[in-house]
């Protein structure tokens, strides 16, 4: 017997994680062409499992979990199988695709920074949005790229540039939870007790030029990839506007988010678009 079927088994784990945590990523993954489909899902799930232990799991040893979580991943990249369903679903995109150790490497860094760090300065920040998001860009585009190298190295700045704008917004999208729940300021020399829309604006505008940059590239990706990023692109540029449109004080305190019914009208705006060749 082959371990085939546990490996159905445990990109099953990868697609449920990403539906019940993030419906907007999940319309985007189905919006991809098939065989891009699971490589993805096993990335979400990876990168969910880390970041729900430094975010949620309150009641335990964040430290001590994560450290079992990184030594497992390299084994099982390593090995070529894991027990954990998630990790065996991601060692296998790794593998498959030659994502280097690099990217989760930085990954893994910037969920250690989230066990103790809670003020960054910009050189700080820089680096832990490279790693908790950049990278995560960097990974899927190398799915996307299927092994041309050529493609890859031209598209790594806005697959950069997307996955710095996403974090950003998710930033700004949970200030009451990050701030006021755990302590922690994602913004260098911004303080939040006095946080206004002066400040709130000088975001939005680095936010911004994340945004053109990362467009950019989503025009030059294969077809069989553009439709899925183009769904989530399109999802994060409206749940940005809403936090434009949205005043300092209640983005400090209340989560701002897309209802399920703006999301459908964005896919099929998006739809028509991919068909058509507007991009």
Same mark, same amino acid.
């Given at each position: 017997?082959?371990? #085939? $079927?546990?490996?159905?088994?445990?990109?099953?784990?990868?697609?449920?994680t990403?539906?019940?945590?993030?419906?907007?990523?999940s319309?985007?993954?189905?919006?991809?062409?098939?065989?891009?489909?699971?490589?993805?899902?096993?990335i979400?799930?990876?990168?969910?499992?880390?970041? #729900?232990? *430094?975010?949620t799991?309150?009641?335990?040893?964040?430290?001590? $979990?994560?450290?079992?979580?990184?030594?497992?991943?390299?084994?099982?990249?390593?090995?070529?199988i894991?027990?954990n369903?998630?990790?065996?679903?991601?060692?296998?995109? *790794?593998?498959?695709?030659?994502? #280097?150790?690099?990217?989760?490497?930085?990954? $893994?860094?910037?969920?250690?920074?989230?066990?103790?760090?809670?003020?960054?300065?910009?050189?700080?920040?820089?680096?832990?949005?490279?790693?908790?998001?950049? *990278?995560?860009?960097?990974?899927?585009?190398?799915?996307?790229?299927?092994?041309?190298?050529?493609?890859?190295?031209?598209?790594r700045?806005?697959?950069?540039?997307?996955?710095?704008?996403?974090?950003k917004?998710?930033?700004?999208?949970?200030?009451?939870?990050?701030?006021?729940?755990?302590?922690?300021?994602?913004?260098?020399? *911004?303080?939040?007790?006095?946080?206004?829309?002066?400040?709130? %604006?000088?975001?939005?505008?680095?936010?911004?030029?994340d945004?053109?940059?990362?467009? %950019?590239?989503?025009?030059?990706?294969?077809?069989?990839?553009?439709?899925?990023?183009?769904?989530?692109?399109?999802?994060?540029?409206?749940?940005?506007?809403?936090?434009?449109?949205?005043?300092?004080?209640?983005?400090?305190? %209340?989560?701002?988010?897309?209802?399920?019914?703006?999301?459908?009208?964005?896919?099929?705006?998006?739809?028509?678009k991919?068909?058509?060749? $507007?991009?």
């Open positions: 017997m082959s371990k #085939e $079927l546990f490996d159905k088994v445990s990109i099953k784990c990868s697609r449920i990403t539906r019940n945590y993030s419906t907007s990523f319309l985007g993954i189905r919006c991809l062409e098939k065989e891009f489909r699971d490589p993805i899902y096993a979400y799930g990876f990168v969910r499992f880390a970041d #729900e232990i *430094v975010d799991f309150h009641d335990f040893d964040k430290a001590d $979990l994560l450290a079992r979580f990184k030594t497992e991943t390299y084994r099982a990249i390593e090995e070529k894991s027990l369903p998630i990790l065996n679903s991601f060692q296998k995109t *790794v593998n498959q695709y030659g994502i #280097e150790k690099e990217l989760y490497d930085q990954f $893994l860094k910037s969920m250690e920074m989230d066990l103790d760090k809670t003020k960054y300065d910009q050189a700080g920040i820089e680096e832990y949005i490279l790693g908790s998001a950049e *990278v995560v860009g960097l990974m899927t585009l190398r799915v996307f790229c299927k092994g041309n190298a050529e493609m890859y190295e031209r598209l700045p806005s697959a950069m540039s997307l996955g710095s704008a996403f974090q917004i998710n930033f700004l999208r949970d200030l009451n939870a990050d701030f006021n729940g755990m302590g922690r300021c994602y913004f260098p020399n *911004v303080d939040l007790t006095h946080f206004d829309e002066n400040t709130k %604006q000088l975001i939005e505008d680095d936010i911004a030029k945004f053109h940059d990362g467009y %950019q590239g989503i025009k030059q990706l294969p077809r069989s990839a553009r439709f899925g990023v183009y769904v989530a692109y399109l999802y994060y540029l409206a749940l940005f506007e809403k936090i434009k449109n949205t005043p300092s004080s209640i983005v400090l305190t %209340q989560r701002i988010r897309v209802r399920n019914r703006r999301k459908l009208s964005i896919l099929a705006y998006s739809y028509v991919h068909q058509l060749n $507007l991009l």
